[in-house]
């Protein structure tokens, strides 16, 4: 049985998260990307993996970020990114944290790198629960 794919992006004005998730196999493929550079990224994707949706967060850069998917003619669904930064945030520091670090509470660490790749799955995970595919 082959999965369902979804490409998730987190938009943004410098850098978007981008993720492959799969319903059933999961996060396949995950990163953050130039805002500048992910047409070339979509690309490379597609030519890698069969996209049934492009799944996008409604927020920053958002319209912007849909006319640039438009040549692409895969569906695409919007997906309301409320808290998804938060809960990214918290995934991230949960994945990447050293023993020392979670002696902190999560809410007083702050992450060493952009975490906008675990917003995407996040968004696709809310897809996968929420809407029809």
């Known amino acids: ?3 369902y794919l979804i490409l998730a ?5 410098q850098k978007c998260g981008v993720a492959v998730v799969g319903r059933t196999s ?7 990307v130039a805002t500048s ?4 990224k979509i690309e490379q994707i597609l030519a890698k993996y069969e996209i049934q ?3 996008i967060g409604d927020r920053t850069k958002s319209k912007a970020i849909k006319e640039l998917l438009v040549p692409f003619s895969i569906p695409l669904v919007v997906v309301n990114e409320d808290f998804s930064s938060v809960e990214g945030k918290r995934r991230y520091l949960e994945e990447n944290s050293k023993w020392w670090q979670k002696l902190l509470p999560i809410g007083l660490r702050v992450p060493d790198k952009p ?7 996040i968004l696709a995970e809310r897809y996968f629960k929420d809407y029809d595919y």
């Open 115 to 121: 975490y906008d790749d675990y917003v995407a799955v």
């Open 9 to 13: 992006i987190d938009p943004g004005n």
């Open 1 to 3: 049985m082959i999965d």
């Open 37 to 40: 550079e992910l047409t070339v």
């Open 26 to 32: 999961k996060v396949l493929q995950k990163q953050i």
């Open 53 to 55: 949706k492009i799944i």
